[in-house]
């Protein structure tokens, strides 16, 4: 079993920045995947970043703005977000793979956090 918990959403101004933190326990491995996914209200929940030791890829949408990093001691993940757009505002979820394989699909994570608000204002 394992738990994730996100943290540092907010309410931020257009092109200003915001941190997210995910915090891992339980059966937590450095070899599985971990990932970002957003969901605005009306919207199907989509892909923003992940992280694994095959790389890190991003949404098109949130290339060379925000940025996905980790730290295994600390079982967390993180996602840096810069320049944000109103278009940014959803609950971001953290979620993890049971399984090294990098994917943008939300069916292929098997654990996921509760999920962070960020409201990003024009």
């Known amino acids: 079993q394992v738990q994730l918990v996100e943290s540092g959403g907010g309410l931020v101004q257009a092109g200003g920045s915001l941190r997210l933190s995910c915090a891992a326990s339980?059966?937590?491995?450095?070899?599985?995947?971990m990932g970002w996914f957003r969901q605005a209200p009306g919207m199907e929940r989509e892909f923003v970043a992940a992280?694994?030791?095959?790389?890190?890829p991003y949404a098109d949408s949130v290339k060379g703005r925000f940025t996905i990093s980790r730290d295994n001691a600390r079982n967390a993940v993180y996602l840096q977000m810069n320049s944000l757009k109103p278009e940014d505002t959803a609950v971001y979820y953290c979620?993890?793979?049971?399984?090294?394989?990098?994917?943008?699909?939300?069916?292929?994570?098997?654990?996921w956090g509760q999920g962070t608000q960020v409201t990003v204002s024009s």
């Open positions: 992280i694994s030791w095959r790389g890190t």
């Open positions: 339980g059966r937590t491995s450095s070899t599985y995947v």
């Open positions: 979620a993890l793979s049971l399984t090294d394989y990098m994917s943008a699909y939300a069916n292929d994570y098997d654990y």
